[in-house]
Every structure is written in structure tokens, then in C-alpha cells.
């Protein structure tokens, strides 16, 4: 991988990308509209999160969105927790998706492309997706499913998993959903907090070119939830479910087959704008997963305006970003149907057959707009792909990343191997809210190592421990203004004690999200991850993004963990755990150059008191790395509780840090003696 220089310009947005981006055209209307004229994207920002309620409610008039009974007000209360937007009004999350359905020969445009490790490219049009979705939604409402039910799946990033989500809001009931490849305890743990009526399945799905039977999985599940009234299985790989024989639970099973095989025509439950849409988990690796519930309208609205603004999405857009199906990612490629583009999924190993599979299915969906996790680009790197050789991408127009910070070395590997032209606009949110906090933006330019911008609508600072914004400095990522895709509440905390403290417990009145961030003078922003994981080495701190970048910008290394172990009265002592290539060992020589690399590029304090090297990274289901855990384990937590095993995406890992963690633990415990 190059040393590319932080805050580099990499690209500027040409005249004909600034003409036809959807924020020009609001800019345009702005003006024409609202008698607001607006210099740049800056002053534009500046007046969306001063007058809060005229930008929210000139992004519903802007995109039409249709309420069957007008609000009283566009904010009730500005209070956070407790904001309470366009009170009164109506209004559906599928009512606005088939509003693009079109008619005549619209209706057989393609709704959502889709392809697999054992399925070939194919594509469903916006007529048979509401044909599916009007039948499913009937076959609900006949098993008794009523407006605030809950309905869960556990179903892998497929077509019906789209539809099974879209049935269920079109009734009014509540979805939620699992990936297949979750264990049954984490699943369990979910589903169990928000007691679903429905649970529709897979028998098993495919990956990295095995076969995985979940029937047994799916057999504990329908135990572990006595709310379970019907039972629905979508096969996949023909394995035999049995859900026992108990007389007096009376769990009826259905065919998804058979469901869908009954037509009905679409009927849509209008209901309130604060009405929950789905819930959503916190990770779950460090114990009970939170059961984050997010409304139809406050999703619907951000979304429109974090992909049509953002992400520049509208109906000529295919768009594909590679996730699990338990990920929000997933929820936020969905959302591309609320502006009536063309979804993408595909369902399989990213790098199975070959790390270039993703690029491939990229051309032959004839995806314009494609996303991914920052682990799947930074593997791709590791691995050597040059995806312009892969494919053909002379169709993809914008490339975004997440889930962790994108270093500037990815920003110039895209520039060299994807195309030189490309508009890469990476963001960084949440599951917590559904939505970015930083995000791209088609009329500034792109710079090495940072987002583009805060999103509109989003009052984003870096605070000081007292509180106080801070403009170049890292501080910690809060939010001071409400945004309607907050989270309306947590399943089953009442008192609404557990949501204060996840996020209003450090500044009262004000969300703090748990990363760092720095904002630049000229506006982008830096994430340098999780704040709970800092390293703080004689009072300076540190995010951890900024080590990995320097350690893994070596060829020989893979990936990398830093723990930084805090004690009272004592030194910290920190760690640094790494992958490294197949036939590569960890050598005197090898520590001395990380060591070297280290002391360079941050300071003497940050080199690690000890270099080890491990087997793999700890990483939950959505490719974060799993610092936190990792750092309770070695300060003498107990070690079945730092991590559910059923919540990760490796946890053959952990096997090496628990051995390490015993030997680590003793060798402190006899110093301390002597």
C-alpha cells in the first residue's frame, strides 16, 4: 500500500456532476421555491441545522413526500431525548417506495437486481415486487399479524428478505431481522426482547462455497420464543425443520411458497409518523444487545435525504451495497427504493471465488452507485486487486465506504485501480440513529483520509471535555440539534433510563455518538474511532485508526489490534496484536521497523510496550474490530463475558486472547506480589 499525505486533494466534482446532482436541483428550488439562496454547501449546512424545522420540512416538500393526514407542526418539542416531529401526520414507509412503481411498462423496470454464490444474475420488477409484497402482507394479516405485532427474519441478504421487510411495514407491524449466519444465542437474545408473532427463516444458506444448515438453529429458535405463533420456511437448501410436536403450543407452519402463491393486491396501513417501523441491535458482543425501534416517518425522511443528497441516488441509479442482511446497511441499501432506484444485492463470500467477485457482480448489475464496508477495501488492497482489470466499471459513478475509518491510503488505491474520476464519498453514522452523521456531498471536493462533509440537517461537533466545540482538534462526536431518525425509544425500557444513559449520559441534551472526530477548517471531517478505546499514553490521546494506519500500510501485515491498558497508580501498558501474511514471521527485525514506522509517524509514547503476533482480529458480524472486549479481557474481566461468541464474525479468535489473556493476567498478578 503508498503513503498518501492526509487531507490531499484526490478530486474535484467536474461542472457536468455539479449540474446534475439532486443537491442542486434543492438548492435551485431553495431559491425559486422558498426565497432562499444559498452561496455553498457551507452556508446551505449552516442553515439546516440553525432553522431545523424549515429544512426538515422543505426536505418533505422537495421529495413530495405524501402524508394521508397533514401534520400540526413540524417539531413538537426540540428537547433531546424526546423530540416529537410532524405531530399528527400519517403516512407509510411502502407507500413511499411504490410511488415509483410507475405504470404500463415502468412496472416491469427492475426493482432489485440479485445474484449469489449459487445464483446467477437475476432481476424482479417493481410489478412482481408488489405483487410479493401485496400477497405476503395478506398472508400476515391471516395469521392475525395487527398494527404494532412484531415480525422477525432470519433470512440472508436476498430478494425475499426485501419483501418479508416491506409485508411487514405495509401491515403496520413492527420488523426486525437476523442474519443466518448469527448463532442461535444471538439471535435468541434479540428476538426474545421484542417477543415476535411471525418468524419467517431459511433452512440454511451458502457461503464461501459451503453449504450451512441452520435447521437445528431454527428448531432452538422456534423453542425460545413462546410469542411464536406461526412459523414460515423459506428453503434454500432442503434441509428438514422440525419444530416438534407439542399439542398445546399449536405453532402453525407455513411455505413462503405457498404464502406468495395466494395473490392479493397491495393494501397499505397508513399510520402515524412516530409509528415503529423496525428494530435494530446495538452489536451485542459485550452483552445484551440494545433493541433500537425507529419510526416510519423519521426513517423515511432521512433516508430520502441522506441517499438522494448524499449518496446523489434517484431513479437511473443502481445501487449495491454489500452487507449482511443484519447489518442497518442492509436498511440503508433498501432505502434506495424510496427514490425509486434499482437495488443491487448480492448474497455470499466477498472474496469467494476470488476477491474480485464483488467487482464483477458490480458490472453485470450495471451498478452506478456501489458501498462497502472499509475491511472489504482494505482486504482488496491486501490482496492486490486491481478492480479495473476485474471489470468493467465504466458505469459505477460513486464508490462509498463505512463501518470503520477508510485510511488515505484506500483513497489513493481507488484513484490508481478503480477509475481516476470516481466521486468517493465514504460516511460514517450508525445503527443507533439509522442515518450519517458525515457523509459525501457531489459539489465539494475530495480529500485523502476524510469525509466530505457534515450532513445536512446534522448539528455535528467535536467536543472538548467540558463540552466546548473544538474546530481541527479531535474531540468526541456529538450531535446538538434532534434529527427525526433518532431512535423513538429502546424495546422495553420503560422508563426510558437505558437510552439516556447509551447516549446522554456525558453532555445531558446532547447525543454523544462514542467515536472521535475531528472537523476540519474547510468542513470535512476525520473519524478516528471508538472513544471508549482511546490510547491515552501520558496524557495525549490518540485514536486507534490512526496506528492501523501506519502498522498496516506494511506489506507484511494484514491487520492489527491495539489495546491501550489503563491502571490506578501504575503505568499503561499497551499492546499490539497482528496478522500477518501466510510464511511471514514476527522478527526481531520485523518489531523494530513497526516500532521505527510507529515513533515516526505519532511519537515516542505510542509505540507499544509489546508486539504480538495473533492468529486473527476479533470482528462483530458488521467487520469492526473488536477493541473494546479485547481490553475488558485483558484488565481481568471475566472472559465469558466480554463477547458473545454468536454476535461475531470470527469468534474461532478468541481462543488465542483467552490463552494470552491467563498467561498476561498471571505474569501482572506475580509482579504485583513481589
Not at 331 to 354: E, M
Not at 455 to 471: K, N, S
Amino acid at each position: 500500500m503508498s503513503t498518501i499525505e492526509e487531507g490531499k486533494l484526490v478530486w474535484s466534482p467536474p461542472q457536468a456532476v455539479r449540474e446534475r446532482a439532486r443537491l442542486t436541483g434543492f438548492m435551485q428550488w431553495l431559491r425559486d421555491a422558498r426565497g432562499l439562496d444559498f452561496a455553498d454547501y457551507d452556508a446551505l449546512w449552516h442553515w439546516s441545522v440553525r432553522d431545523i424545522e424549515a429544512f426538515w420540512d422543505a426536505v418533505r416538500e422537495y421529495f413530495d413526500l405524501r402524508f394521508d393526514t397533514p401534520a400540526q407542526r413540524v417539531l413538537g418539542a426540540r428537547a433531546m431525548p424526546g423530540a416529537r416531529w410532524f405531530e399528527g401526520a400519517t403516512l407509510n414507509y411502502v407507500q413511499q417506495v411504490f410511488r415509483h412503481a410507475g405504470t404500463g411498462e415502468q412496472r416491469r423496470r427492475a426493482a432489485i437486481r440479485y445474484a449469489g454464490e449459487d445464483q446467477p444474475l437475476a432481476q424482479i420488477g417493481w410489478d412482481e415486487l408488489e405483487q410479493q409484497v401485496g400477497a405476503l402482507a395478506e398472508a400476515l394479516r391471516g395469521m392475525g399479524v395487527q398494527r404494532g405485532d412484531r415480525v422477525a427474519g432470519y433470512l440472508p441478504n436476498i430478494p425475499q428478505t426485501v419483501v418479508a421487510f416491506l409485508a411487514t411495514a405495509a401491515v403496520g407491524a413492527i420488523w426486525s431481522g437476523c442474519a443466518p449466519d448469527m448463532g442461535q444465542v444471538a439471535v435468541a437474545d434479540r428476538f426474545r426482547q421484542i417477543a415476535p408473532k411471525v418468524l419467517i427463516v431459511v433452512d440454511g444458506y451458502r457461503y464461501g462455497g459451503k453449504a450451512h444448515d441452520r435447521s437445528g438453529v431454527v428448531a432452538q429458535l422456534a423453542a425460545a420464543l413462546p410469542s411464536l405463533t406461526d412459523l414460515v420456511i423459506l428453503p434454500r437448501l432442503g434441509a428438514a425443520i422440525d419444530t416438534g410436536n407439542d399439542p398445546a403450543r399449536k405453532l402453525r407452519v407455513h411455505r413462503w411458497d405457498a404464502l406468495l402463491a395466494r395473490p392479493a393486491p397491495l393494501s397499505i396501513d397508513s399510520v402515524p409518523f412516530d409509528h415503529p417501523l423496525w428494530i435494530v441491535y446495538s452489536s451485542g458482543t459485550t452483552g445484551m444487545p440494545k433493541p433500537i425501534v425507529h419510526g416510519h416517518g423519521g426513517i423515511v425522511i432521512e433516508q430520502l435525504k441522506l441517499m438522494g443528497f448524499h449518496n446523489d441516488l434517484g431513479p437511473d441509479d443502481v445501487f449495491h451495497w454489500y452487507s449482511s442482511s443484519g447489518w442497518i446497511m442492509w436498511n440503508a441499501q433498501v432505502a434506495g427504493l424510496l427514490l425509486g432506484s434499482t437495488i443491487a444485492l448480492y448474497d455470499g463470500n466477498p472474496g469467494w471465488p476470488d476477491a474480485g467477485v464483488l467487482w464483477r457482480f458490480v458490472q453485470d448489475a450495471g451498478v452506478t452507485v456501489f458501498g462497502a464496508g472499509a475491511a472489504f477495501f482494505s482486504a482488496a488492497i491486501k490482496a492486490g486487486i486491481v478492480p479495473a482489470r476485474e471489470a468493467d466499471l465504466s458505469r459505477l459513478r460513486a464508490l462509498g465506504s463505512t463501518g470503520s475509518p477508510l485510511p488515505p491510503e484506500a483513497y489513493d488505491w481507488v484513484y490508481r485501480t478503480v477509475r481516476e474520476d470516481i466521486w468517493l464519498a465514504p460516511m460514517s453514522g450508525g445503527t443507533d440513529f439509522a442515518g450519517s452523521f458525515v457523509a459525501g456531498c457531489p459539489l465539494l471536493p475530495v480529500h485523502a483520509g476524510e469525509m466530505q462533509c457534515r450532513c445536512l440537517g446534522a448539528r455535528v461537533e467535536a467536543f472538548d471535555e467540558a463540552g466546548q466545540p473544538l474546530i481541527d482538534q479531535v474531540g468526541e462526536l456529538v450531535c446538538t440539534e434532534p434529527m427525526p431518525s433518532m431512535p423513538l425509544y429502546l424495546w422495553g425500557d420503560e422508563d426510558g433510563k437505558r437510552y439516556r444513559d447509551s447516549y446522554f449520559d456525558v453532555y445531558p441534551g446532547v447525543w454523544r455518538h462514542g467515536d472521535w472526530i475531528r472537523i476540519t477548517p474547510r468542513g470535512g471531517a476525520v473519524i478516528y474511532g471508538r472513544s471508549d478505546a482511546t490510547i491515552n499514553r501520558q496524557g495525549v490521546r490518540m485514536g486507534t485508526s490512526e496506528l492501523y494506519r501506519v502498522v498496516e500500510d506494511l506489506p507484511e501485515v494484514l491487520d492489527s489490534l491495539v489495546v491501550d491498558l489503563e491502571y490506578l497508580g501504575r503505568p499503561s501498558y499497551m499492546a499490539l496484536f497482528v496478522v500477518l501474511r501466510d510464511g511471514t514471521e514476527l522478527s526481531p527485525a520485523l518489531i523494530d521497523t513497526m516500532r521505527a514506522r510507529i515513533r515516526e509517524a505519532l511519537s515516542p509514547r505510542h509505540v507499544p510496550d509489546a508486539i504480538l503476533q495473533v492468529p486473527g482480529v476479533p470482528r462483530t458480524l458488521s467487520g469492526k474490530k473488536m477493541e473494546v472486549p479485547i481490553k475488558k479481557l485483558l484488565l481481568g474481566h471475566d472472559p465469558e463475558r466480554i463477547a458473545n461468541p454468536d454476535a461475531m464474525a470470527n469468534p474461532e479468535t478468541l481462543a488465542w486472547y483467552f490463552a494470552y489473556a491467563r498467561q498476561y493476567l498471571g505474569e501482572r498478578a506475580s509482579a504485583d506480589a513481589a
